[in-house]
């Protein structure tokens, strides 16, 4: 039988302004890895995506990440801190225990892609 174990999914974010895209993302926590050829790979631990330097207005609209983390209210006190809403013009929710036991904020990219950063409960 042939060796059909999967190694990682990464997804494609868009950005409307790839170099601001850059930027925010340093700024929440990502390590960019690399970058070339309109695609940057950013990492945070384990977690992974490419921002490509494409945007459709309609996919960005519609893309939503979901970021699991330890734990979802430092991540928000940090982000507060730093101040990203406000440099980046962007929304950022409360914290909010949801009903499927999960506590959590939203945060939306500078290209509209919603992220949910979550911890388990």
């Given at each position: 039988?042939?060796?059909l174990n999967s190694v990682e999914l990464?997804?494609?974010?868009?950005?409307?302004?790839?170099?601001?895209?850059?930027?925010?993302?340093?700024?929440?926590?990502?390590?960019?890895?690399?970058?070339?050829?309109?695609?940057?790979?950013?990492?945070?631990?384990?977690?992974?995506?490419?921002?490509?330097?494409?945007?459709?207005?309609?996919?960005?609209?519609?893309c939503m990440m979901h970021l699991l983390?330890?734990?979802?209210?430092?991540?928000?006190?940090?982000?507060?801190?730093?101040?990203?809403?406000?440099?980046?013009?962007?929304?950022?929710?409360?914290?909010?225990?949801?009903?499927?036991?999960?506590?959590?904020?939203?945060?939306?990219?500078?290209?509209?892609?919603?992220?949910?950063?979550?911890?388990?409960?």
């Amino acid at each position: 039988m042939p060796n059909l174990n999967s190694v990682e999914l990464k997804t494609f974010i868009p950005s409307r302004d790839f170099a601001l895209s850059q930027a925010f993302y340093q700024d929440i926590g990502f390590e960019r890895k690399f970058v070339g050829d309109g695609i940057a790979y950013f990492a945070h631990g384990d977690c992974s995506f490419l921002l490509q330097d494409y945007y459709h207005p309609e996919f960005a609209a519609n893309c939503m990440m979901h970021l699991l983390v330890e734990d979802a209210a430092a991540w928000h006190a940090e982000l507060k801190r730093r101040g990203v809403a406000e440099k980046y013009r962007i929304a950022m929710g409360d914290l909010k225990q949801q009903p499927w036991r999960m506590l959590d904020f939203t945060l939306t990219d500078p290209s509209g892609v919603l992220w949910r950063i979550a911890q388990n409960l």
